[in-house]
């Protein structure tokens, strides 16, 4: 059955039975006494937010983590009732609002927290935060030196609440495990320090999806997981866990044209046919995800054979050649992310030819790529 009729055919399917798998398998990694985080900020790396943190929630997660506050109240006004974290802080004027979506905020300076104190005082109600520190991200977050000077003046505010204290790993997926090591140990310093001045941490955090697959010395009472859960892996380790690609990207040839040879393909004739050739057009372009950044290098998968990508990656459309694919043929499904036959073109691939990470391959399938959800 065609999913989508009467529309452009791009689409990306999200398999919500394999973001399951992945959820399960992470939790019977970690054992019992430590909660799961699903980080969902960026329309849950472009997965769909709502759907993700709904299948989740079912699964049994315990946490949510955004960026930002709207996409929290996003998820509240869609019914998610886990409790949600926004790593971002909340900025002037939103203060309100997160207390009203009850919306937990990663708090770095004082001025942040007086606001949401005043705002709570207001509203009638208790404003829940999370301490950040800055143990080596160099980015958001308190130094560790001055969490007790900080927890102290905290403590002054009225209708403000300690909810825990997290930090940021900036390394965890690399070989080197030396510097993560040494923004855990001032983490864990911190947190002594902490509670040696009589503050109770509910909940302590610095593992994301790295740390909480390889380092069971790091992950405290909560890991915070990203890419796992989507069935992707990040840096140059080996994964521990067994996780599958929740997101398929695919297309379908609208177009079909043979070429001679020293025909110019694209915008400023990147490329030029060396011998007759079959050209496909494909419906998708830079503003779809189809980085620009694979033109003339990246790959995609027609009749389960890969077909190169040829000339520039253009807003709207990119072009292929189907010249060795026999049979190929206007109407037929095209992968651009995932698997076709015994091939599999992968976030990781993908990244690797653009001399970028698979955050970016996967957050950038834009909005107008419609989401289908299997499973």
């Known amino acids: 059955m065609d999913v989508l009729a009467g529309h452009r055919p791009t689409w990306a399917e999200i398999d919500l039975g394999a973001l399951s798998r992945n959820f399960r398998v992470l939790r019977k990694h970690l054992g019992t006494g430590v909660r799961i985080l699903a980080v969902v900020k960026a329309d849950a790396y472009g997965h769909g937010a709502v759907p993700v943190a709904s299948r989740l929630e079912t699964e049994g997660v315990d946490a949510f983590g955004v960026a930002m506050v709207e996409e929290g109240i996003e998820l509240r006004e869609a019914d998610i009732g886990r409790p949600i974290l926004v790593f971002g802080g909340c900025f002037p004027g939103q203060e ?77 997926e690399e070989q080197d495990q030396s510097f993560t090591d040494l923004q855990a140990k001032r983490f864990d310093e911190a947190i002594a320090d902490i509670e040696a001045a009589g503050f109770t941490i509910p909940i302590r955090h610095i593992a994301n999806s790295a740390a909480a697959v390889h380092r069971d010395d790091i992950r405290h009472d909560l890991v915070r997981a990203g890419l796992v859960l989507y069935g992707i892996t990040s840096g140059s380790r080996r994964s521990a866990v067994s996780v599958e690609p929740v997101m398929t990207l695919k297309t379908r040839i609208s177009f079909l044209k043979t070429v001679p040879a020293g025909t110019p393909i694209s915008y400023g004739r990147t490329h030029v046919t060396e011998a007759e050739s079959v050209i496909a057009t494909l419906p998708i372009g830079y503003a779809d995800g189809m980085q620009r950044r694979l033109s003339n290098k990246g790959r995609v998968l ?16 990119t072009l292929i050649d189907v010249t060795g694919i026999r049979g190929a043929r206007v109407g037929d499904e095209v992968v651009v992310l995932g698997s076709q036959g015994d091939e599999r073109v992968s976030a990781e691939e993908v990244a690797a030819e653009m001399s970028t990470i698979p955050y970016v391959v996967v957050c950038s399938v834009g909005k107008r790529v419609p989401r289908v959800n299997l499973g």
């Open 302 to 317: 027609v009749r389960g054979l890969s077909a190169p990508i040829v000339g520039s990656v253009t807003m709207d459309s």
């Open 96 to 172: 309100e609002l997160a207390l009203q979506y009850d919306l937990t905020i990663a708090v770095s300076s004082l001025e942040t927290l007086e606001a949401l104190s005043e705002a709570a005082v207001g509203m009638d109600r208790h404003a829940y935060y999370q301490l950040k520190l800055d143990t080596g991200m160099g980015r958001l977050g308190v130094s560790p030196e001055d969490a007790v000077a900080f927890l102290n003046e905290a403590k002054k505010l009225p209708n403000i609440r300690l909810d825990g204290v997290l930090s940021h790993l900036s390394s965890a």
